[in-house]
């Protein structure tokens, strides 16, 4: 499935923020883990999952980043979740602050009209 075909079906924005282990990790060691670790969940889940990292600690204490998951249906996002609760990204290297999952243009769509575009 390419990106032009993927039409999620769930959004969830994962508010996380970084651990002073992983911090204490170099750069290089905290690109391994992600390749080592996260990236195989990723491309294993790929036809119907799609991540984008957000960097948020420059205007909030909160949290550090956002994970935005686009998903083509709700159990293809719980089997990521699953998979990373397995691993030291979850609760160990990056707490989960929050979880919000959402639908894209529901109000519209709910009502059978055209999302207002901008």
């Given amino acids: 499935m390419s990106d032009q075909t993927f039409n999620p ?11 002073p282990e992983w911090l204490a990790l170099s750069i290089d060691d905290r690109f391994a883990q992600l390749r080592a670790v996260f990236e195989p969940i990723l491309r294993r889940h790929a036809e119907s999952v799609k991540l984008r990292f957000y960097d948020a600690e420059f205007y909030t204490a909160r949290v550090t980043d956002l994970w ?17 609760r397995e691993t030291a990204f979850w609760d160990r290297w990056f707490t989960i602050v929050e979880i919000i999952p959402a639908v894209e243009n529901a109000y519209a769509t709910n009502y059978g009209r055209a999302p207002l575009a901008a």
Wanted: charged share 20%.
């Fill in 9 to 19: 079906k769930l959004t969830v924005f994962m508010l996380v923020k970084t651990s």
């Fill in 68 to 84: 935005v998951w686009d998903a083509s249906d709700h159990h293809a996002y719980e089997c990521v979740v699953e998979a990373l």
